[in-house]
Each structure stands twice: as C-alpha cells, then as structure tokens.
C-alpha cells in the first residue's frame, strides 16, 4: 500500500504560469484534504472534498481550484501562480474518525 | 479567541524529564481531537486521537476537558527522538463542516541529551 501520495515533490513555477498537484491513495478514505504550510502560518486548509464529486472551501481557497472526480485522486490547481502561492502544499485523506494521514508534500515556489 | 490555540515554546527539556502541552480551542460544538507531530521538512503524522475519557499509549497521555475547552499531552521519560512539533488538531464540530480540521500552529519540542 503506497498511503498518500503527492506528485509532484518540488516544483518552481514563474508568475502567472499554471499548474496541478495531484494526490492520490489507496485507503478508500471519503475525506480528503488539501493544505499549505508557511513558516509561522502552521497548517491552513485550502479546500477539501467529503466524498468523490464533492469539494468545500477551507481558510484560504481564493487563487486554487479543486476537483474529486474519482474517490482515489484530488487535484488542486493554480490557475495564474502568484509569490504569495510559494509554500508547502500538503495533502491529506480521513476515514469517519476523521484521522488524517498526510502524504509527503509538494514544495512549490513561485518566482 | 483563536480558534486553536497552543503553548508557543519551544520547549527545551532533558532527556527523561516529563513534558505537558496544553491546547485551547474556541468551538464548544467540536467533537474530534488530535495531537499529531511534525519533524522537520517532513509531513505531520497522527500521534494519538484525544478521547473524552483520556487515553494513554505507552509514554503519551492525552486529556480533554470539554468544560474548559482544552487538550493536554503529557509525555513521560522523553527520549531524543521525540524531539519535533507537537500539532493540537480540533474539528469544527457541526453540520458539513464536522470534516474540517483546524490545526493549531504547534509547539516545538527539542530533547537535550
């Protein structure tokens, strides 16, 4: 069993370029997360989905769209990449006991 | 009120000794509680769920008290390797958004030899 996984693991983008992260797992969880982390922020959650075709807005969605068009995958993307977006992004997956189990990260700067 | 609250730290401590971190939360409705950790560079993993009753595995004993609005982790006998950042973890509690978990900014924990 792979877990939680997130590709890519770094990226470097410039100012107004798009891109997708994806994450993906085999646990058969319903919820599934999408977070950035900057240094003295902790974690904030982006968006995240309670079942396959369902998304929800978090702390902070505006610049990032989602899609859970099958229950294993959730995508986030960046339509037109900002400076502020340079962060850690990381994806997360729950069961109804909503414990999270995170994959390793995706470290995106954006110059 | 901070919807999640935690100790700033960091908490420096020598190995052996006994170590509290206390969490306060805001929404009365929550009903899910969680400490994670989190090295360095690497992604938080859940430690222990925190239950009404209190639990314990092995050196690590978490308590709620929902009168208060808070959380506690006690780490007995700490070793090196528990040196990371303690994540208090609290859901919103009501409706649709019983999904969606509010980390605390966390507390960073360094064990000295």
């Known amino acids: 069993n792979a877990g939680v996984t997130q590709t890519p693991k770094f990226r470097v983008l410039k100012t107004g370029q798009s891109m997708t992260l994806l994450c993906a797992q085999d646990m058969n969880h319903e919820y599934m997360y999408w977070y950035r982390q900057d240094p003295g922020m902790g974690l904030r959650l982006i968006h995240y989905?309670?079942?396959?075709?369902?998304?929800a807005k978090g702390e902070v969605p505006d610049g990032y769209n989602v899609s859970r068009l099958k229950k294993q995958n959730f995508l986030l993307g960046l339509e037109s990449a900002a400076p502020s977006q340079t962060s850690v992004y990381f994806c997360?997956?729950?069961?109804?006991?909503?414990?999270?189990?995170f994959g390793p990260g995706t470290r995106l700067t954006v110059t | 009120r901070k919807e999640v609250e935690q100790d700033p730290g960091p908490f420096n401590v020598p190995e052996g000794a006994t170590v509290a971190f206390n969490c306060t939360y805001s929404n009365s409705a929550s009903q899910s509680f969680f400490w994670y950790r989190q090295d360095c560079r690497k992604e938080p993993k859940l430690l222990m769920s925190?239950?009404?009753s209190g639990n314990e595995d092995g050196r690590f004993t978490a308590q709620l008290n929902r009168a208060s609005q808070y959380i506690s982790l006690l780490i007995r006998d700490s070793k090196l390797s528990d040196s990371a950042t303690y994540l208090c973890v609290v859901n919103k509690g009501y409706g649709g958004s019983q999904g969606n978990l509010i980390f605390g900014k966390g507390t960073k924990l360094s064990v000295k030899p």
């Open positions: 925190v239950y009404s």
């Open positions: 997360a997956t729950a069961d109804s006991t909503y414990e999270q189990y």
């Open positions: 989905s309670v079942g396959e075709g369902t998304t």
